[in-house]
């Protein structure tokens, strides 16, 4: 017995390391976070800020340019820091504890989406607990468990244990597995012909939006990110993102009226807190500048990154 318990450890070793060669750093449970910690990090190190940072979920960090963006606005380096699938809970975390510490933005532009302040999705939930699980934040903020570092120590010698986060999420690694190397493992693709795929309008109607319910925890997680921010003396601006018509709308549970409330909501709070607010949706979109319902293609970045561009000058400094 003992022999076969080797054995089929010995094998599951050997696939580890052949599927480690194309999964990412797996510290913070995706590969995007892990990537986008290391570039902050490295900037930290070198001494180097960015004076804007862009924060929320895939469809700001599928749409903003940040090199454009300061060419273009003279606002000093831009970051984009938005993580997909980002609920404001975790973008509130990973603002405030990571991001902000790390590149000391002196003005932070919050993307939102009806999704983000959806205290009822469980996608959100997932995806949050997700991160703030990962042994890479505990080590960040210094709150490693001594079952974090044995864990640690053993994925430095066996590639079992560190894509152990990845094995226990089989979605996750289907998703973020690259035979070409790692680098590309995010969940959010480029494209450009309009072609929703059935499987994000499910889970956006089903796991994303579904139970549409506001002005809770998510709410408060905005308010105080914004307090909190506001209070290191970081300017804010709430930007509203784009999407497709109804084909996004129908998504929510009671429709246009869902979103509605949603949009209401967030003018109140930016009203009473005397924010900015940049509000994308104005433009007449049509699905010739986005790939699905709330991610631009390349025709829709050129143009958000203008709008932008545009609003920033007149409304920040």
Known sequence: MTIIVLAVLLLSELVARVLA??????????????????QMEAMAAAGETAEVVLI???????????EDLAASTGLGDFFNAGLDGSSMRQTEDWTLNVVVPLVAPETVLIGLTSRDLNDASSSNAEVYNNYLNSRGRSRFLGEETIGQKVQRALSEVSALVRISPFIRDPASLVTQ????????GEFV????????RQLDITRTRERALNDFTLGG???????RLVDSLESQGIEVVVIEMPYVGDEYLVLHPNG??????????????TSERGLAYIDLTDYPWTTAEF?????????????VNDLLADALLANVG
């Open 189 to 196: 693709l480029p494209g450009e012909e309009y072609a929703p």
């Open 56 to 66: 929320g979920n895939s469809s700001v960090n599928a749409a903003f340019l940040p």
């Open 21 to 38: 060669g194309g999964l990412p750093n797996p510290d913070w449970n995706f590969a995007q976070t892990d990537r986008k910690v290391s």
């Open 291 to 303: 790939y699905d319902f709330l991610h631009v293609n390349s025709t829709g970045i050129a143009i």
């Open 177 to 184: 597995y690259n035979p070409d190397g790692p680098d590309t």
């Open 256 to 269: 246009t009226a869902d979103y509605d409330a949603y949009r209401q909501m967030v003018a109140g709070f």
């Open 217 to 223: 925890v998510e709410l408060e997680a905005l308010g």
